[in-house]
Structures are given as C-alpha cells and as structure tokens.
C-alpha cells in the first residue's frame, strides 16, 4: 500500500477532498457489526487527526429527513425529502487535506476496510484556478 503524505510529512500544495460514504436508505437497516465499524471509524479520525490530513467528518440524518431549498422572488420554497432518489443516498463523510488524488485514495481505501463498503473520493474545486 502506498505511503499517506500530508502537508506535515511533505511541505508541498495541499487540496481537499471529500470521501463520500453511500449505504442502503433504511434506517433500521444497522449493520451486526456496528460497534466494531464504529471502534474502526474513530481510529481512522484518530490516525487523520494525527497525520493533519482531518478537515471534518460527520454522519447523516436518514434522506428522508432531509430539505430542499428553492430561491424564489419572494423569498424561498421548501420541499421535504431528498433532492434526488437513490438507491444509496449519501449517509456520512469525511473532508480530508492532502496532497494528491492518490494520497486520498489512499485514505479511502482505509475507510472502505473499515466499514467494508466502497468510497467515493472527489477533489474540491480550488477557489484559485
């Protein structure tokens, strides 16, 4: 496996990404390995923190729960539920700093081992460019 860098370990450009986490929409639907996926979890925020890639992480509140926003002249419109239906909508992620699409791949691949599911990882557009 590829050696994770980070702006402590190399002194160059950092980015941002977003590892995105995807899992079934039912709420009920909790994995028997719960605790142990959540013991995973909290090392992987402990090694980010560590290595001064963490930005920001957190779970989501079921889709269903969720609120759509839609400017209008006079004010805004407000529609409950999700913007779009999915299979497997969003349920959690993290905001990492590094240095290379590879090193957060890297990161991702330790996630998906932790929870034993796929992560999308994407760069955030840089402001500057």
Request: glycine share 8%; hydrophobic share 45%.
């Amino acid at each position: 496996m590829m050696a994770i860098r980070t702006a402590r370990s190399t002194g160059v450009h950092v980015s941002e990404y977003l590892l995105s986490i995807y899992h079934s929409p039912d709420p009920e639907a909790v994995p028997a390995n719960r605790a142990e996926m959540m013991a995973g979890v909290a090392a992987l925020n402990e090694e980010l923190h560590a290595a001064d890639a963490w930005v920001h992480a957190g779970g989501l509140e079921p889709a269903g729960r969720a609120r759509v926003i839609t400017a209008t002249t006079d004010g805004f419109t407000a529609t409950d539920g999700p913007y779009l239906a999915a299979e497997e909508p969003m349920g959690g992620f993290w905001m990492i700093r590094t240095d290379s699409m590879e090193s957060a791949s890297a990161w991702a691949a330790k996630a998906s081992a932790v929870l034993g599911i796929a992560i999308e990882v994407r760069a955030i557009q840089d402001p500057n460019q």
